[in-house]
């Protein structure tokens, strides 16, 4: 099971004192954060991809990259990449290269972005969204499968004896998750390539995601994988802790009031009951975590949100400095314990590769298998 931390990239506002933060100051607040959350022994950083704002990310290979060279072990990821506006040669060779440069510890969130004037932004079109996520996606896996691509498509211009580089580090491309809040044919599309499916798991009730998470089950066993509670699933998350449920809900209270997504909509306590976000005791966050794999099944990715809304880094930082010391230990060993024994294990490099080593041992010691079926 991976823990971890992904960021949306806002510049908001800090409702207690009216500060708005610099672009300079977030970038440099994200990778402070990135590099508390290996310290605490987390497993995942991700940060998304946006092209507007009040978000500032809008190129996240070069801040990973950046953080790779400060980090050993932490898995880098994006949340999401824009498989619908961005160049899929573009994706292909960003990601090899992060790949080469951060060591392996390079994944990626593809998703269809959910802010319309970004289409049009890159010439693109908001109704053609699905159709360029499934021959984008196509095009991207030849990319990094095969040497030299010949290809044509309706979107973008035909490629001819092409070869993406560099290649994917030890041939082996970075591992792919499908994201989305609320598209099944996402779903459907991680279920065909026998990718991992991550649902945001933020701002809807639970049986939202029931419903994606479960359609991309069905279809990951559909198509020979293996069994549906066998598929690879990544959640998202949110909390804010104090040392007491009264201390949390009174210091987040003005920046959940305040924050552009939620703000000034339900109430604070009707927001905690009807979603995933935990606002509480160390106690509370690791009993509604929990209830996580109650309503999904057993998955193998929680990453958090933590530093959105305008909360100061120096408020951010201590909440992981909590969750590492009073919840991370305790939530990896209940997770760990009800994992079975045969659970697809979370994705890395590492195991990626060893795969690959058993696939072509499997053929080369069973050279006529192919032929006589």
């Given at each position: 099971m991976q823990f971890g931390v992904f960021t949306v990239s806002d510049i908001t506002r800090d409702p207690t004192n009216g500060t708005i933060p610099t672009e300079k100051e977030r970038i440099d607040a994200i990778v402070a954060i990135a590099k508390k959350v290996e310290e605490i022994g987390m497993d995942v950083f991700s940060i998304g991809e946006h092209h507007n704002r009040p978000f500032f990310s809008s190129s996240p290979t070069t801040t990973l990259a950046y953080i790779a060279a400060q980090t050993e072990r932490i898995?880098?990821?994006?949340?999401?990449?824009?498989?619908?506006?961005?160049?899929?040669?573009?994706?292909?060779?960003?990601?090899?290269?992060?790949?080469?440069?951060?060591?392996?510890?390079?994944?990626?969130?593809?998703?269809?972005?959910?802010?319309?004037?970004?289409?049009?932004w890159f010439g693109k079109n908001i109704q053609d969204?699905?159709?360029?996520?499934?021959?984008?996606?196509?095009?991207?896996?030849?990319?990094?499968?095969?040497?030299?691509?010949?290809?044509?498509g309706r979107y973008r211009t035909p490629l001819?004896?092409?070869?993406?580089?560099?290649?994917?580090?030890?041939?082996?491309?970075?591992?792919?998750?499908?994201?989305?809040?609320?598209?099944?044919?996402?779903?459907e599309i991680a279920a065909y390539y026998g990718d991992g499916f991550f649902a945001n798991n933020i701002f809807w009730p639970k049986?939202?995601?029931?419903?994606?998470?479960?359609?991309?089950?069905?279809?990951?066993e559909h198509y020979g994988h293996g069994r549906a509670d066998q598929a690879i699933v990544g959640l998202g998350g949110q909390f804010y802790m104090g040392k007491t449920s009264q201390q949390a809900v009174k210091e987040f209270r003005p920046y959940f009031d305040n924050a552009p997504v939620y703000g000034h909509g339900p109430s604070l306590e009707d927001f905690t009951s009807q979603t995933p976000l935990t606002v509480g005791s160390p106690q509370e966050v690791l009993e509604k975590t929990l209830t996580f794999q109650e309503y999904f099944g057993n998955y193998q990715r929680q990453?958090?949100?933590?530093?959105?809304?305008?909360?100061?880094?120096?408020?951010?930082?201590?909440?992981?400095?909590?969750?590492?010391?009073?919840?991370?230990?305790?939530?990896?060993?209940?997770?760990?314990?009800?994992?079975?024994?045969?659970?697809?294990?979370?994705?890395?490099?590492?195991?990626?590769?060893?795969?690959?080593?058993?696939?072509?041992?499997?053929?080369?010691?069973?050279?006529?298998?192919?032929?006589?079926?």
């Open positions: 898995i880098l990821s994006t949340g999401t990449t824009l498989i619908t506006t961005n160049d899929p040669v573009k994706i292909a060779e960003d990601f090899a290269m992060l790949q080469h440069l951060s060591n392996g510890r390079t994944d990626l969130v593809l998703g269809r972005g959910n802010t319309a004037p970004v289409y049009p969204s699905v159709n360029l996520t499934i021959e984008n996606y196509n095009l991207l896996r030849r990319l990094w499968d095969e040497d030299v691509v010949n290809w044509e001819q004896n092409y070869t993406s580089t560099p290649r994917p580090l030890d041939d082996v491309p970075p591992f792919v998750w499908h994201g989305s809040i609320r598209t099944p044919q996402i779903a049986e939202h995601y029931q419903q994606l998470i479960g359609l991309y089950r069905e279809r990951y990453l958090f949100l933590v530093d959105h809304a305008g909360l100061p880094l120096k408020t951010v930082l201590n909440q992981l400095d909590m969750f590492g010391e009073h919840v991370l230990p305790e939530l990896r060993k209940e997770m760990e314990s009800r994992a079975p024994a045969d659970l697809t294990p979370a994705p890395t490099h590492a195991g990626l590769v060893a795969a690959k080593k058993a696939r072509e041992e499997a053929k080369n010691s069973h050279p006529d298998k192919g032929q006589d079926a």
